[in-house]
């Protein structure tokens, strides 16, 4: 199976600062990659597919970038309603895989 | 709009068994790979497994292709998770989400629906 290995697996930053979170994978995965947004006690949502595309109706401060085995995701201007649990997924390989996840709080 | 409902959770004993639907509505059904994705209290997400327009192709983790089941009705515009050999490891709460015209990502998810493992 394909490692998904997410940094930092928390992080704390204040309103309108810029937030960058990782995700390396232990073999290419050809910008097979999502990044998701999961608030508490919410399902998760699409925020960002095939590495770099914004899915329809996410906030444009949202990007994404990377390719080969490291990629990430940007968060600029960070709002309140920021503040959420953060996922990667690859699905270059079977099975398709997750990483652990980024906690991002307010500081 | 795009709505995904999933029922028959619950509490469950140990090495019994359990069904999970999934309702759709509001895209055409049959166009879209499905898939599953459980999430252990206050833990990461597992990816379970997705299926095909047409049942065709279905895809698993190794490690729960001999405990669990995806199936779709296209009539009825439903998707199903046949659980079987439940043990405490598969207390989660389960979502199912829709995929695309190829199979990847999932743009959509349900609420999700708990179950619980325990005797």
């Known amino acids: 199976d394909i490692r998904m290995t997410q940094s930092p697996a928390s992080l704390s930053a204040s309103l309108g600062e810029t937030v960058n979170i990782e995700c390396l994978a232990s073999?290419?995965?050809?910008?097979?990659l999502a990044w998701y947004q999961q608030k508490p006690g919410k399902s998760p949502q699409l925020l960002i597919y095939?590495?770099?595309s914004l899915q329809n109706g996410v906030p444009s401060r949202f990007s994404g970038s990377g390719s080969g085995t490291q990629y990430s995701l940007k968060i600029n201007s960070l709002q309140s309603e920021d503040v959420a649990t953060y996922f990667c997924q690859q699905y270059n390989n079977y099975p398709n895989t997750f990483g652990a996840g980024t906690k991002l709080e307010l500081k | 709009e795009v709505k995904l409902v999933e029922s028959g959770g619950g509490l469950v004993q140990p090495g019994r068994s359990l069904k999970l639907s999934c309702a759709a509505s509001?895209?055409?059904?049959?166009?879209?790979?499905m898939g599953w994705v459980r999430q252990a209290p206050g833990k990461g997400l597992e990816w379970i497994g997705e299926i095909n327009q047409d049942s065709s192709t279905i895809n698993y983790t190794p490690s729960l292709k001999d405990k669990f089941t995806i199936s779709r009705d296209n009539a009825q515009n439903t998707l199903y998770l046949q659980m079987s050999k439940l043990g405490s490891e598969d207390t989660a709460i389960y979502y199912c989400?829709?995929?695309?015209?190829?199979?990847?990502?999932?743009?959509?998810w349900g609420q999700g629906v708990m179950v619980t493992v325990s005797s």
């Open positions: 095939n590495a770099n």
């Open positions: 073999e290419d995965i050809y910008s097979d």
């Open positions: 989400a829709r995929g695309s015209r190829d199979p990847g990502y999932f743009d959509y």
């Open positions: 509001g895209f055409s059904f049959n166009d879209y790979w």
